[in-house]
């Protein structure tokens, strides 16, 4: 069967998304060293405009219902592992503000080589940001990580976070500028920029906070190729970005339980909230 033109996109989209991911690495690239902050930007995130931004609550109200999120009001599930639609929902369990959020909860790992086939997606396909040079976008997002341990291995002393099993981020479509998630071989968040495998880290990124929803908002000027973060309402890094078009439209999250890479139900729910994007259009 053809595929659409909409399905292919957004089977490159993933692919690309998978990749991104977890592929650690050092040196190469063509980025500048850190730019100076824009003007305008100090020590708090730019404030939300009252246009020219999109926002996402999971409410009944936005055209949400319980259950499934795949064709909920432009969000589809990319899943690597099976057409399992159960494993990203929305629920009434835990909710950042109002009574609903998004629940990412696949917890099966496995100890097969190809470790992107364990990732499962939330692309939303229509944000309405509009195909011309944009001067910058700012993404804000309220994530709720598991604040529990986990012994692992088994019959051991051993207790580890769990955050360690689960790996989460986020990814704007191509060009592939940025990834902003977990590594394999740590629980923090890292504001990594991207030109080509391998990624490259400017920061050494910043501890997370489990057991309440965290604002996380993502500053990103392309005009001045930066970017900064804000977690918790403090500014965390600033690392050079490239985004050639200067252009925005589909974005994702990403979820695994990575760690360890063994046949195992060990990955814990990510639950997120109130997303919200704004740009500002060239002059």
């Known amino acids: 069967m053809k595929k659409t033109n909409q399905t292919n996109k957004i089977m490159m989209f993933s692919l ?3 990749v991104l991911i977890l592929i650690s690495g050092c040196g190469g690239g063509s980025y500048p060293t850190l730019h100076a902050t824009p003007d305008g930007i100090g020590e708090n995130p730019p404030p939300i405009p009252t246009n020219n931004h999109w926002s996402c609550g999971f409410e009944a109200n936005e055209g949400f ?7 909920q009001v432009g969000w589809v599930i990319s899943d690597w592992k099976t057409a399992d639609n159960s494993s990203i929902t929305i629920t009434s369990d835990m909710a950042a503000a109002g ?12 100890d097969r080589v190809e470790w992107w086939r364990n990732i ?33 291995p088994p019959d051991s002393n051993t207790q580890r976070s769990n955050l360690w099993f689960n790996q989460f981020s ?10 902003f998630g ?5 629980t923090k968040l890292h504001a990594t920029m991207m030109n080509s495998t391998p990624r490259i880290w400017n920061d050494a990124g910043w501890e997370q906070i489990a057991g309440r929803f965290i604002e996380i908002v993502i500053y990103d000027n392309f005009n001045e190729g930066v970017r900064i973060v804000w977690y918790d309402g403090i500014r965390v ?10 252009r925005y439209s589909t974005f994702g999250f990403g979820y695994q339980a990575l760690n360890p890479i063994v046949p195992a139900n060990l990955g814990k729910p990510v639950y997120i909230d109130d997303i919200d994007l704004s740009w500002e259009i060239a002059q």
Request: net charge neutral; proline share 9%; with cysteine.
């Open 16 to 18: 690309a998304f998978a």
């Open 65 to 71: 219902s319980l259950g499934s999120i795949a064709g």
């Open 99 to 110: 009574t609903a959020c998004m629940k990412m909860d696949c917890p099966t790992s496995s």
């Open 120 to 152: 499962i997606s939330a692309i939303q396909t229509n944000t309405g940001v509009p195909d011309v040079p944009l001067k910058s976008v700012t993404f804000r997002m309220k994530v709720y990580r598991d604040p529990g341990v986990t012994v692992y």
């Open 170 to 179: 986020y990814a704007p479509e191509n060009p592939r500028y940025i990834e």
């Open 182 to 186: 977990d590594s394999s071989t740590d």
């Open 237 to 246: 890094a600033t690392v050079p970005i490239y985004n050639s078009s200067k």
